[in-house]
Nanobody, 122 residues
Framework: QVQVAESGGGSVQPGGSLRLSCAAS????????MSWYRQAPGKKRELVAG?????????NYADSVKGRFTISRDNAKNTVYLQMNSLKPEDTAVYYCNALGVSSTSWGLDYWGKGTLVTVSS
């Protein structure tokens, strides 16, 4: 059974930092492009940062987080991280982890975590 679980959310003041973690189990982690999405109240879910392959050589970022957020992954621990610095109130959202199959055996498989809430407020 595949499980994708986020952790590390919480409340932080503007300018602060948080690191989100996403642990995946029940799948071949290196066969999945891992990404972080977020959904703010009343808004559509949007891509925050994501790898384009099962490795970590190439990542895309939303323009709104470039230079502030960094995505990384540890394939030995089946975990992907999102380091968030210089947080702004507009970063407040539920953050979701996504695993998208990119290999011949995982192509088209798509798994989501339940999300973790990040609140940026003074």
């Amino acid at each position: 059974q595949v499980q994708v679980a986020e952790s590390g959310g919480g409340s932080v003041q503007p300018g602060g930092s948080l690191r989100l973690s996403c642990a995946a189990s029940g799948l071949t982690f290196s066969s999945y492009a891992m990404s972080w999405y977020r959904q703010a109240p009343g808004k559509k879910r949007e891509l925050v940062a994501g790898f384009t392959s099962g490795g970590s050589s190439s990542a895309n970022y939303a323009d709104s987080v470039k230079g502030r957020f960094t995505i990384s992954r540890d394939n030995a621990k089946n975990t992907v991280y999102l380091q968030m610095n210089s947080l702004k109130p507009e970063d407040t959202a539920v953050y979701y982890c996504n695993a998208l199959g990119v290999s011949s055996t995982s192509w088209g498989l798509d798994y989501w975590g339940k999300g973790t809430l990040v609140t940026v407020s003074s």
